[in-house]
């Protein structure tokens, strides 16, 4: 996520020059990229955290 807010922060800041430049479109792709490895990340992170969990639960259950 600090990835795009920086690219984000950086193409809003130098808007002036982004414009000039005619690259309003290859910003836009390098902040869906970002955004999309954050989500993917973010999906990895929950996915495991549940299997955890639930391997937790039920070696814990087994127990008593």
Request: with cysteine; net charge positive; hydrophobic share 45%.
């Amino acid at each position: 996520l600090a990835k795009a807010s920086a690219t984000a922060h950086e193409t809003l800041t130098n808007m002036r020059t982004v414009r000039s430049l005619g690259i309003e479109d290859t910003q836009m792709d390098l902040y869906g990229k970002a955004i999309d490895l954050t989500f993917q990340i973010g999906r990895k992170m929950a996915l495991f955290s549940s299997l955890f969990m639930v391997c937790c639960l039920f070696f814990c259950c087994r127990q008593v």
